[in-house]
C-alpha cells in the first residue's frame, strides 16, 4: 500500500492524515499550512477525479505541485 493510497482513504473519511509517511510525502513538513493543503488534496479527490494512481504517480515524478495547479 503506498501513501497515496493512505492519503485517498483519510480525505474520503474527513480524516486529516495521522502517520508520518503520508506527512512527509504529501504535506512536505509544512507545519503552517497542513489544513490548506488537507483541503486542496480533498477537493481535488473528492470533486476532481484524482486518485491514489494519479498521486502516486506526480509524487514519484516531482509533480505534485504541477497536478495542484491544474486541478484547482
Known amino acids: 500500500m503506498s501513501t497515496s493510497t493512505d492519503l485517498v482513504k483519510f480525505c474520503l ?3 486529516f492524515p495521522d502517520t508520518f509517511c503520508v ?8 507545519h503552517n499550512q497542513h489544513l490548506l493543503i488537507y483541503a486542496i488534496y480533498q477537493d481535488m ?7 491514489s494512481d494519479l498521486l502516486h504517480k506526480c509524487f514519484i515524478a516531482n509533480r505534485l ?3 495542484i495547479s491544474k486541478k484547482i
Open 13 to 15: 473519511r474527513d480524516d
Open 45 to 51: 479527490i473528492k470533486n476532481r477525479g484524482v486518485d
Open 23 to 30: 506527512m512527509v510525502d504529501y504535506f512536505n513538513n509544512n
Open 65 to 67: 505541485d504541477e497536478l
